[in-house]
């Protein structure tokens, strides 16, 4: 099942929010208008704002502001892209080369911080403080997490507790948000607010670590980034972290030079993972993460949009792309 299948009883919602975007991006200054939508026109999933309207359905939600907060989630996720490919010095993204690559890295970072601005400047518009608190900490976290993963670059002793903790902070904390926001503007119970905070923060962990898994067994047309781009740029990715627990010596070796000076000879790491049980080690990491968020799902009325999100946890570990 494809994301714009499991996205159909959001459809019009989806479409309601790329007009926000659009319209929010409408700066007097042209580099911003040029840079925020070459980003955004790339595509990709959108799973995050989605996020945002599937919840609001789910609970009934019969207002617009769970249009607004979509965008807010996307323009804070788009904003982290650009400043993630900054840093990563990475070329391409979504298929095609990254907003830095065109455009240059102070542009790039330059209209994150505006983007990254504009989303708060929206969020206020709810008028919640709840909301606020929510994705202001969110925002703290997923910067404490880019600080970790630096921390993490080139260091072959990292363990599996200090990467999920850096899944959970960088990617899975957004998604988190995005549930729970969506469960206030509805007026949910904490209970239900808890439940789907939990369903966003295991999806999102699901969906990352599915990721690393495709590192290493995916092509460049259908990850839409370099294949080996962690390894490059020395990142101790689960797959590799698991190599050096149960590799061989030579193949431990071979994995702590390549994190450690970010150059090896590819094809011999990527033989060293799938000679051991990296990749289904990983993956099947990745299916506990997607059962406990299916299991939170379980305080929520049955819908359509509670089945999409269902489906959409199959579909974070099951997707090839």
Known sequence: MSVQEIFSPIAADMQAVDSVIRSRLNSEVVMIRTIGEYIISAGGKRMRPALVLMVAKALGYQGDLHHLLAAVIEFIHTSTLLHDDVVDESDMRRGRETANAVFGNAASVLVGDY?????????????????????????????????????????????????????????????????????????????????????????????????????????VESLGKNVGDDLREGK??????????????????????????????????????????????????????????????????????????????????????
């Open 115 to 219: 983007l990254y601005s504009r989303s708060f400047e929206m969020m206020v518009e709810v008028d919640s403080m709840r909301v606020m608190q929510i994705l202001s900490q969110a925002t703290t976290v997923i910067a404490e997490g880019e600080v970790l993963q630096l921390l993490n670059v080139h260091d072959p002793d990292v363990t599996v507790d200090r990467y999920i903790q850096v899944v959970r902070y960088k990617t899975a904390k957004l998604f988190e948000a995005a549930a729970q926001v969506a469960a206030v503007i509805s007026g949910a119970s904490p209970e239900v607010e808890q439940a789907v905070a939990a369903y966003g923060r295991h999806m999102g962990t699901a969906f990352q670590l599915i990721d690393d898994v495709l590192d290493y067994s995916g092509s």
């Open 236 to 321: 101790p990715t689960l797959p590799l972290i698991r190599v050096m627990q149960v590799g061989t010596e030579e193949q431990q070796t071979l994995i702590r030079q390549a994190i450690e000076t970010g150059e090896a000879d590819f094809d011999a790491v990527a033989q060293a993972i799938q000679s051991t049980d990296a990749l289904d080690y990983t993956r099947q990491m990745a299916e506990r993460e997607s059962h406990i968020a299916l299991e939170a799902l379980n305080s929520l009325p049955d819908s359509a949009y509670k089945q999409s999100m269902k489906t959409l946890a199959h579909f974070a570990v099951s997707r090839d792309r």
